[in-house]
């Protein structure tokens, strides 16, 4: 039974991201990008797996690390232009 409800919120998570990735830029907001939308289900997703360390510890970890990629990839491009 807590297998369904796993799977349920990933899903839900990935639709989120989804909806994240897919949405269209209004003025004056900054759009979230693909890179930390990546690392937001990701994290969320490790949580929501809390009671599987190992798998939920992974999902964190590998969260952080796309998060981290992507502020040097935006730091990279504020210093060097696009």
Do not use: P
């Not at 830029?25 to 360390?53: D, F, P, T, V, Y």
């Not at 040097?72 to 210093?79: P, Q, S, T, V």
Request: charged share 15%; glycine share 8%.
């Amino acid at each position: 039974m807590i297998t369904l409800y796993i799977a349920i919120i990933i899903a839900i998570l990935c639709v989120i991201g989804l909806i994240f990735l897919t949405s269209k830029n209004k003025k004056g907001q900054r759009r979230l990008s693909q890179l930390a939308a990546m690392s937001l289900i990701s994290i969320l997703a490790g949580i929501a797996m809390g009671e599987s360390n190992l798998i939920g510890y992974s999902l964190i970890f590998i969260g952080v690390v796309i998060a981290i990629t992507d502020i040097m990839i935006k730091e990279h491009f504020n210093r060097h232009g696009k």
